[in-house]
């Protein structure tokens, strides 16, 4: 009887090299996520949402124009105040809010819930400034209070002159802050609904319905998506603040300065991924400054889950114009800028020293 060749399971040469092209592949792409190098928008971060502990970082402390984002702390200011079932009668001055709006009519009644959907999920200008009317009376007092639940949450880096996030006064934010902002704003379980909820029609009182559309398009195609606040403006470019959830763990992004809306969309998707993928131990944390935002020191801090220490890290300070550089092509990210690179678990994060955003 004739055997059988025998079939040998030992791989080949040019089997290792595929298998050798894969593994470096994947190691890329891997590596590729989020890098400080790709990041475009002038300030990012992620947090890991049960103990604020700072997952990746782009000039975290850089103040910035905070756009509509500013409007969930306009919702948490006025649910420490307002039963969400209050009725508000909308002002002809808050008719006249522009760009974006629900159209609300002068005159007309709706809830307090009503108007914190419009707000949170179309970013009606209208609807943010009847809630701080109907709070303080006028935009400018509730800035007051918005201002006093900034200390009260121990932030230093956050001044709000506006309900809105439209250009008024002195007004700006950092991303640590904004991320702040967004894990105390999910304790609040209607700023949770709201915020992952795609698309509503909302009522007034004297019955007029009204069609609102979640503008955070992630909400539609990201399964980890939890929900978010975006923002524009001229100045403060593209901004957003999101929550992602993926086996139960919960990450918080927040990006300010994006060039472009598709830019903003790409790039806080990637770090999302950043962020699970640290929380997974495939990749490190990592905080990085560009030469705007240069530290002198970076130093312990507190989070909920305990104090934890880094060290003290030095940075020096950029060269002077026309200075030669030396390692002109390195560590340069997309922008061409310097970067101050620093790995750490936890990196203390200080107040601004007064750099220009």
Not at 101 to 127: H, I, P, Q, W
Request: aromatic share 6%; proline share 4%.
């Amino acid at each position: 009887m004739k055997q059988s060749p025998a079939i040998s399971h030992r791989p080949s040469a040019g089997t290792y090299c595929i298998v050798l092209l894969l593994c470096v592949l994947c190691t890329g792409l891997r590596a590729s996520s989020a890098s400080a190098e790709e990041v475009r928008a002038r300030a990012a971060i992620v947090m890991e949402e049960a103990t604020g502990r700072v997952l990746y970082g782009k000039n975290p402390n850089l103040r910035l124009p905070p756009a509509s984002t500013t409007k969930l702390m306009t919702a948490m200011v006025v649910l420490d105040r307002l039963d969400v079932d209050s009725v508000v009668t909308i002002s002809k001055r808050a008719t006249e809010v522009s760009p974006i709006k629900a159209k609300f009519r002068a005159g007309e009644t709706v809830t307090v819930k009503t108007l914190l959907y419009a707000a949170l999920l179309k970013s009606a200008n209208d609807a943010a400034y009847a809630l701080a009317e109907a709070v303080a009376g006028s935009e400018e007092k509730f800035a007051v209070l918005m201002n006093q639940k900034v200390l009260a949450l121990g932030m230093s880096d956050t001044v709000f002159a506006t309900a809105t996030g439209l250009p008024g006064g002195t007004q700006y934010t950092t991303v640590y802050d904004l991320s702040r902002i967004m894990r105390n704003a999910l304790r609040y379980p209607l700023l949770r609904e709201i915020i992952s909820t795609r698309a509503s029609n909302i009522t007034t009182e004297e019955g007029r319905t009204i069609f609102v559309k979640n503008i955070n398009k992630l909400l539609w195609r990201d399964e980890s998506m939890l929900g978010g606040k975006t923002g524009y403006t001229r100045a403060a470019k593209h901004c957003f603040v999101c929550a992602g959830t993926q086996d139960n763990e919960t990450v918080i992004v927040a990006v300010l300065g994006a060039p472009s809306r598709e830019v903003l969309w790409k790039e806080s998707e990637a770090l999302l991924a950043k962020g699970f993928a640290v929380k997974s131990s495939q990749e490190e944390p990592v905080i990085y400054f560009t030469r705007s935002d240069y530290r002198t020191s970076v130093k312990q801090v507190s989070y909920a889950g305990g104090t934890q220490e880094s060290g003290d890290v030095s940075y020096k300070k950029p060269p002077a114009k026309g200075a030669k550089k030396a390692g002109k092509n390195k560590s340069k990210g997309h922008s061409g800028k310097k970067k101050k690179r620093v790995k750490s678990n936890d990196i203390a994060l200080k107040g601004p020293d007064g750099t220009k955003g």
